[in-house]
């Protein structure tokens, strides 16, 4: 017999473990060029990253940017931590210092660039006429809003003067690689950490549509600086002309992983895909629907189903509670399936960090609301990791050091 918890927790540590740089990181990465080499990067797998580069090259000169709590040893690269989901100082500070490392290289040096979600947060730079606390109400608006990541990322690149190609930019003419790690839906390079390294054929005009279309409050200063023409590099460029994106690991890879291993565990696995979007709650409604449909096709004896899907999903702020898209899916899911029996799930962020929460996500079984009442306050209030922590049904893991979005399992035991 199945024991779902710690089957459904293997495979997210699973999904988790192929994604780690230390694992992944080393066939992307070339032999190290002759001459000058600096490397950069930004994001919560950044300085794993740092570190994997390190263990094959050796020393190198450069500086990193990650969330706090995510530093790792390097003999030579420089870790910052700073802060994420909303920017700080320290981010601020630590963005300038990248951009002057990169200021005069010339055409024999070679840049290295290693991006991660999480570094639109931590790569901070305001356009002109904006005020970093400013930017900082932005993105806590943003957060709030319900927009996709990628209109976020619109938004941010012409917020900023180093996403959208412009620490590209700031490199040229020396050659640089950027090594990926994608957190976003359809693996586009172009919202990987908004960009930084990757041209934007976006516009302020494109910017100003997601402030309407998702109602996000702004400061007067930042609705007068998208009038103005941004330093969003447009693909073609000349200066990304000695510019190349690899991405090396992406959530299509962990869903995989994870379905070998629930094959090898006895399970049926159904990779629904790894893009989806969405909010949380309706995802949940439609996902809980999907797992009863599947479970009516089971016969006894059947192997059990697993379905696993990816992508990121996103919450509107309605309520004082703390959540995050992954935890008030599972409330959302729990809610709908209403105790249905041999129907398990987890949802988790590969990151560690769900929401603003130092919480992965959550686990739930057909025992999970026991107070239907209690459970709908809550996800009333998007109180989701509120009430999974009061009934220990929440995943903790502590920084992940790596980054591929959102993981999914329901598991679907016959009746």
Not at 263 to 281: H, K, N, Q
Not at 334 to 349: R, T
Not at 361 to 380: M, N, S, V
Not at 398 to 404: D, I
């Amino acid at each position: 017999m199945l024991d779902p918890a710690p089957l459904l927790r293997a495979l997210f540590d699973r999904a988790v473990a192929v994604a780690d740089p230390m694992r992944s990181l080393a066939a992307a990465l070339p032999p190290k060029p002759a001459g000058r080499v600096v490397v950069v990067g930004a994001g919560k797998a950044s300085a794993r990253m740092a570190e994997a580069v390190e263990a094959v090259w050796g020393p190198c000169e450069g500086l990193v940017i990650t969330r706090y709590g995510y530093a790792r040893p390097c003999r030579g690269i420089e870790i910052v931590e700073a802060a994420h989901p909303v920017p700080d100082e320290a981010g601020a500070r630590a963005t300038a210092r990248m951009l002057a490392l990169l200021q005069g290289l010339g055409e024999d040096d070679f840049v290295l660039a290693l991006i991660s979600g999480g570094a639109s947060a931590l790569l901070v730079a305001p356009c002109a006429g904006v005020t970093l606390a400013e930017k900082q109400a932005v993105s806590a608006a943003l957060l709030d809003s319900g927009a996709p990541i990628d209109r976020m990322n619109t938004l941010r690149k012409h917020l900023s003067r180093v996403k959208g190609g412009q620490l590209a930019a700031a490199a040229w003419p020396a050659r640089m690689l950027t090594l990926l790690i994608s957190d976003v839906p359809g693996d586009d390079p172009a919202f990987i950490g908004s960009g930084p390294t990757v041209g934007d054929p976006s516009s302020a005009e494109d910017a100003r549509a997601v402030l309407s279309r998702w109602q996000v409050p702004v400061p007067p200063s930042v609705t007068e600086a998208l009038t103005r023409p941004t330093g969003v590099i447009p693909p073609g460029d000349p200066r990304l002309s000695r510019a190349e994106t690899v991405i090396y690991a992406a959530p299509s890879q962990s869903l995989a992983a994870a379905a070998d291993l629930a094959r090898a565990e006895g399970c049926d696995p159904e990779i629904l895909g790894d893009a989806l979007e969405g909010e949380a709650r309706e995802v949940a409604a439609g996902m809980a629907q999907t797992a009863l449909t599947r479970q009516k096709a089971l016969k006894p004896g059947d192997r059990p189903l697993v379905l696993l899907s990816g992508g990121e999903l996103t919450v509107t702020r309605r309520g004082d509670g703390i959540g995050g898209p992954n935890a008030e899916f599972c409330l959302a899911l729990a809610l709908a399936l209403n105790g249905a029996p041999g129907i398990h799930a987890l949802a988790c962020d590969t990151d560690g960090v769900d929401g603003a929460a130092e919480v992965a996500g959550a686990l739930i079984g057909p025992d999970t609301i026991p107070d239907r009442e209690a459970a709908e306050a809550a996800l009333a209030r998007n109180d989701s990791h509120g009430y999974f922590a009061r009934c220990s049904a929440q995943v903790v893991t502590g920084p992940t050091l790596t980054n591929v979005n959102d993981f999914r399992a329901l598991l679907i035991l016959p009746r």
